[in-house]
């Protein structure tokens, strides 16, 4: 169902009640486990969120996020730590921990993934399609989207693991440097740095354009990837302004539901999206694209929420926080991943912790 053509030709006064109304009908069925039909899945850069979010080794959602009309049972959770040993997020050079050394994750619809520093990955929250059983071998980088997750081998090919109802986990082949998982849709950039898509494309979020790339995330209905000079491109639906980028230096880029954020060179934050504008206000949702003022070293977009790791290492999250993912833990942290709900970050000492909805123990490393 396409959500903008339903509500596009009602009064501007009941157009954002329209669409809200059209999401929680949309995602009622995308909750409803394995006795539902064919799902409408994700991000979770984010996801990376999705929306996403990925978490690489340089770098991810990706994110790709989604939005919800809230958890299935109202369960939100606390902080919880996870120790990995030994993001989905590049970050700037800020003199903190090397990421590189460090293990990442990645935060989908209703899970989340976690890379550790040998390559291998561990998986936690909703697996009724199998989202959260990863397949055997080594990784050099993961992305977690609605209900399926797919990642980047050390050979360099793609594998995936949960729900293909889209072809969203019919990843092509060849060799590749990265991958994006978006709501039913995911992005791979190829060792020649061209960008490849696959899914769902009904509003073009699967149609790249052509050239050279250095990142990439996917967002519900669009994606948008970085260019070697700094500059952006986004394509997809583009109602209310998330595929519209400004001009300007960018050296990390990050597409939620409808919106995306970009952390320029200098280290500060650019969100767009939303128009100025709430488009689920009847459901509390706001403020993603208010980004705040200050020097960051890495971010993630999630459905209606934004996080991001300041310079000094402090984490700060915006936006939507119904479930408690925009409320995220004191302490020093390396990376973070914005999900559906939820929210999961690398503390600089290696260690996972995770906030915001626990309904399918999403928030529960």
Known sequence: MNKQVVCKNMPANNYRQCLAVMLAVFFS????????AANESLGSDAADSGIEDDASRDAGI?????????????????????????????????????????????????????????????????NEYGQSSPT????????????????????SALTYWGINDRGQSDSPQGTFEKVATGFDHACGLRTDKSVVCWGNDLSGQASPPA??????SAGADHTCAL???????????????????????????????YHTCGLKVGGTLACWGCNGA?????????????????????????AAHTCGVMATGTLVCWGNNIAGQADPPAGAFSSVAAGWQHSCAVKNDGSVTCWGSDSFGQSSP
Request: glycine fraction near 20%; charged fraction near 20%.
């Open 62 to 126: 990706d994110d790709a996020g989604q939005k919800d009309a809230g958890p299935e049972d109202g369960s939100t959770h606390d902080a919880a730590v996870y120790d990995a040993g030994g993001d989905d997020s590049q970050t700037v050079d800020d003199g903190g921990p090397d990421p590189e050394v460090l293990p990442e994750v990645s935060a989908g619809r209703d899970h989340s993934c976690l890379l550790g520093t040998d390559g291998s990955v561990a998986c936690w929250g909703g």
């Open 29 to 36: 069925a995308a909750c409803l486990g394995a006795g539902c």
């Open 136 to 155: 055997e071998g080594s990784f050099s980088q993961i992305s977690a989207g609605g209900m399926f997750t797919c990642g980047v081998l050390l050979d």
């Open 211 to 216: 050239g050279s790339f250095s990142q990439l």
């Open 227 to 257: 260019r070697d000079d700094g500059s952006l491109e986004c394509w997809g639906s583009d109602f209310l302004g998330q595929a519209s980028p400004p001009a300007g230096g960018f050296a990390k880029i990050k597409a939620g539901w």
């Open 278 to 302: 709430d488009p689920y206000g009847d459901f509390g949702v706001s403020g993603e694209c208010d980004q705040p003022q200050g020097v960051f070293s890495c971010l993630s977009a999630g």
